[in-house]
C-alpha cells in the first residue's frame, strides 16, 4: 500500500516506534483481521506495505505502528494466534534491514533544475520524469533519510508526494 499526501510536506515516519513483519496466508479478510488488533489495542498503523510473497499462497505484511510499548508483546502474541496468520515478530534496526521510497514531484523550471538535480544525486535518487516545468524524483533509504530529502526538496514547490511505507527484511539467515 503507498501512502499519497497533497500538503508540502510527507508526514514524518522516522518516528514510528515499531515494525512488525507479519507472513500471512494470502486470503481475503486478514488484513482486516489483523488492523482489528492494533486498533482495539490503540496503536495507530503509521505506514503499511503488503504483497505476495516467492510463494503466491502467502503474503508478508511489513506494518510500522506508535502506541504505548507496554502492549506491544500483547499485540505480537495476538496477531500471531489469528486464523491464517503463520508468524508476527517484531525488528529493530539492529536485527533487520528497513527501507522505504518517496516519489516527490516539484515545480522546477530550468533556471534551477541544475539545483534540483544535484540534490537528487547528493541523496542517490533517479530523476524519472522531467517536463519543461516540474519534475519527478525517486528517493530511496531509510525514514531520516527521506524525511532530509523532502526537507532539502521543500525550497522548491512540491507539487505531490507519495511515500511507499518502510520495507523490512532481517539480517543474516533469521526468517523475517
Do not use: W
Not at 84 to 94: G, K, L, Q, R
Not at 138 to 161: N, R
Amino acid at each position: 500500500m503507498i501512502t499519497t499526501t497533497d500538503t508540502p510536506v510527507a508526514p514524518n515516519l522516522s518516528g514510528s516506534g515499531h515494525t512488525l513483519s507479519i507472513l500471512v496466508n494470502n486470503a481475503p479478510g486478514v488484513l482486516m483481521r489483523i488492523c482489528q488488533v492494533f486498533s482495539r489495542r490503540g496503536f495507530n498503523i503509521d505506514s503499511l506495505v503488503v504483497s505476495q510473497g516467492r510463494n503466491p499462497s502467502f503474503s508478508r505484511m511489513t506494518i510500522g505502528i506508535s502506541g504505548d510499548s507496554a502492549g506491544l508483546d500483547q499485540i505480537i502474541k495476538q496477531v500471531g494466534k489469528l486464523i491464517d496468520v503463520i508468524h508476527c515478530f517484531e525488528h529493530t534496526s539492529n536485527d533487520s534491514v528497513t527501507k522505504e521510497m518517496i516519489l516527490i514531484k516539484i515545480l522546477c523550471p530550468d533556471e534551477g533544475r541544475s539545483a534540483a538535480l544535484q540534490i537528487t544525486e547528493h541523496f542517490g535518487g533517479k530523476t524519472v520524469d522531467l517536463t519543461p516545468n516540474s519534475m519527478v524524483v525517486m528517493i530511496t533509504g531509510d525514514s531520516p533519510k527521506v524525511d532530509a530529502a523532502i526537507s532539502m526538496f521543500s525550497q522548491y514547490e512540491i507539487i505531490e508526494t507519495v511515500r511507499t511505507g518502510k520495507v523490512v527484511m532481517a539480517r543474516g539467515e533469521q526468517p523475517t
